[in-house]
């Protein structure tokens, strides 16, 4: 794509990104053809193709209206168009970019900063939103069904035993914001199958939000904040020889694997967040590793039969992090039977602080991935992502799981490595 980037904008190495971005666009348009937002609403601004446009206008010096950043705003950041893009433009990358250049060139209404800011203030922080949890779930009876099923129920805590023998191998676990204190099983279970198979978990303490709701909300610095702050909580153990740093939350594991090249410039952090992002995987990727090479599980180990369970892959697993089927391959590994799902490529509305902020076309999307992970009236839905999660069982007529739990429940036998 032919672009005249302003001088001013190619001085910033976000201009210079964006401008390299541009470039690899050729416009074609296949990328509207899986892009769920332009699917529902027909307009090309609504589609990656006039998103694109709207940015290289931005750089150009072009005037920026509420227009422009409402048609960014709709955009889910679901990164469907990049697996669809021949000519491989990092869109996401560009978004995220776009976002914050128009934010700073048009301003919100009081209310939308004001919600905007209460998102970054309470999401990333745990014990904030355990109070808001908390008082929401006391509130729940007396609230409209609309605001009930966004509300998510107490889950019970299963147990671990309170000596779990020391294991030779060990990896780091990001304990998470939103999981920790909505869905902590998630975590439990990631320990307990890991334990077995002879990893030890370790925690690092001073670890916290991932960076990615400030990321996508054209709070940059506020996000690097973050990243470095988890940098230094898990060096220590880097140093120390841990094999790898497990992503429970699809989500966070895509912004993790980009620390690198988020903090490339920054001359104290650019070595330390490469070598981080190199050492993140899903529990997916550890365990069909496990699998695979190590040959540690077989269907004998698992006590359930067959069940027909219907798996919903977020975005950020297959269009972020580029994990197509690797969830659904340890599954049926497993001896689960995946039901088919269409358009499983498509977005289910949740996209982080989507469904708050953009909240009709978030439930339409979600009505039509419920239409499809149901149609085949599944035992269960399970997912990889706390924010799909919680999602779907707003409105789902099935319970809702994220897969390491279902893994965990089932299994049985001792594998090939010591369990003790």
Not at 407 to 415: H, N
């Given at each position: 794509?032919?672009?005249?980037?302003?001088?001013?904008?190619?001085?910033?190495?976000?201009?210079?990104?964006?401008?390299?971005?541009?470039?690899?666009?050729?416009?074609?348009?296949?990328?509207?053809?899986?892009?769920?937002?332009?699917?529902?609403?027909?307009?090309?601004?609504?589609?990656?193709?006039?998103?694109?446009?709207?940015?290289?206008?931005?750089?150009?010096?072009?005037?920026?209206?509420?227009?422009t950043?409402?048609h960014?705003?709709?955009?889910?950041?679901?990164?469907?168009?990049?697996?669809?893009?021949?000519?491989?433009?990092?869109?996401?990358?560009?978004?995220?970019?776009?976002?914050?250049?128009?934010?700073?060139?048009?301003?919100?209404?009081?209310?939308?900063?004001?919600?905007?800011?209460?998102?970054?203030?309470?999401?990333?922080?745990?014990?904030?939103?355990?109070?808001?949890?908390?008082?929401?779930q006391?509130?729940?009876?007396?609230?409209?069904?609309?605001l009930?099923?966004?509300?998510?129920?107490?889950?019970k805590?299963?147990?671990?035993?309170?000596?779990?023998?020391?294991?030779?191998?060990?990896?780091?676990?990001?304990?998470?914001?939103?999981?920790?204190?909505?869905?902590?099983?998630?975590?439990?279970?990631?320990?307990?199958?890991?334990?077995?198979?002879?990893?030890?978990?370790?925690?690092?303490?001073?670890?916290?939000?991932c960076?990615?709701?400030s990321?996508?909300?054209s709070?940059?610095?506020?996000?690097?904040?973050?990243?470095?702050?988890?940098?230094?909580?898990?060096?220590?153990?880097?140093?120390?020889?841990?094999?790898?740093?497990?992503?429970?939350?699809?989500?966070?594991?895509?912004?993790?694997?980009?620390?690198?090249?988020?903090?490339?410039?920054?001359?104290?952090?650019?070595?330390?967040?490469?070598?981080i992002?190199?050492?993140?995987?899903?529990?997916?990727?550890?365990?069909?590793?496990?699998?695979?090479?190590?040959?540690s599980?077989?269907?004998?180990?698992?006590?359930?039969?067959?069940?027909?369970?219907?798996?919903?892959s977020?975005?950020?697993?297959?269009?972020?992090?580029?994990?197509?089927?690797?969830?659904?391959?340890?599954?049926?590994?497993?001896?689960?039977?995946?039901?088919?799902?269409?358009?499983?490529?498509?977005?289910?509305?949740?996209?982080?602080?989507?469904?708050?902020?953009?909240?009709?076309?978030?439930?339409?999307?979600?009505?039509?991935?419920?239409?499809?992970?149901?149609?085949?009236?599944?035992?269960?839905?399970?997912?990889?992502?706390?924010?799909?999660?919680?999602?779907?069982?707003?409105?789902?007529?099935?319970?809702?799981?994220?897969?390491?739990?279902?893994?965990?429940?089932?299994f049985?036998?001792?594998?090939?490595?010591?369990?003790?």
């Amino acid at each position: 794509m032919l672009i005249h980037t302003t001088e001013n904008y190619l001085k910033s190495t976000q201009g210079q990104e964006a401008d390299a971005i541009l470039r690899s666009c050729v416009h074609c348009g296949f990328c509207n053809a899986t892009c769920p937002t332009y699917q529902l609403l027909g307009d090309e601004l609504d589609g990656p193709r006039g998103r694109i446009y709207l940015i290289k206008q931005v750089l150009e010096g072009h005037d920026v209206s509420s227009k422009t950043q409402t048609h960014l705003d709709r955009c889910l950041s679901c990164r469907s168009c990049e697996t669809t893009c021949p000519s491989g433009v990092q869109y996401g990358r560009l978004v995220d970019i776009g976002r914050e250049l128009v934010d700073d060139k048009v301003s919100r209404s009081l209310v939308e900063q004001i919600k905007r800011l209460a998102l970054r203030k309470l999401i990333p922080y745990p014990k904030r939103f355990a109070v808001l949890l908390k008082v929401s779930q006391l509130l729940k009876p007396f609230l409209p069904v609309s605001l009930k099923q966004q509300i998510p129920g107490i889950q019970k805590t299963n147990s671990l035993p309170q000596k779990m023998q020391a294991k030779p191998r060990q990896m780091l676990v990001l304990q998470g914001c939103v999981q920790l204190v909505a869905t902590p099983n998630t975590n439990h279970s990631t320990t307990s199958i890991l334990h077995k198979l002879g990893i030890h978990l370790i925690s690092a303490s001073e670890a916290g939000c991932c960076g990615a709701v400030s990321q996508h909300l054209s709070a940059q610095q506020e996000a690097l904040t973050f990243m470095r702050r988890n940098i230094d909580a898990w060096w220590p153990y880097v140093e120390q020889g841990i094999e790898a740093i497990v992503i429970t939350a699809s989500g966070c594991g895509a912004v993790i694997k980009e620390y690198g090249h988020l903090l490339r410039h920054d001359i104290h952090y650019a070595d330390k967040a490469n070598r981080i992002s190199q050492l993140t995987k899903d529990i997916g990727e550890i365990l069909a590793d496990e699998i695979v090479t190590n040959k540690s599980l077989t269907d004998e180990h698992f006590k359930l039969p067959a069940r027909n369970i219907a798996f919903h892959s977020p975005c950020t697993l297959q269009h972020g992090q580029k994990l197509v089927g690797v969830v659904e391959s340890v599954l049926k590994h497993c001896g689960f039977e995946l039901s088919h799902v269409t358009d499983a490529h498509l977005c289910c509305g949740s996209a982080g602080t989507y469904s708050i902020l953009q909240a009709d076309l978030s439930r339409q999307l979600l009505h039509n991935k419920l239409n499809a992970l149901q149609k085949h009236q599944p035992e269960l839905i399970v997912t990889a992502n706390i924010g799909c999660q919680l999602h779907l069982q707003s409105q789902a007529d099935v319970k809702v799981k994220h897969w390491i739990e279902l893994v965990d429940e089932s299994f049985v036998c001792k594998a090939a490595t010591d369990f003790s």
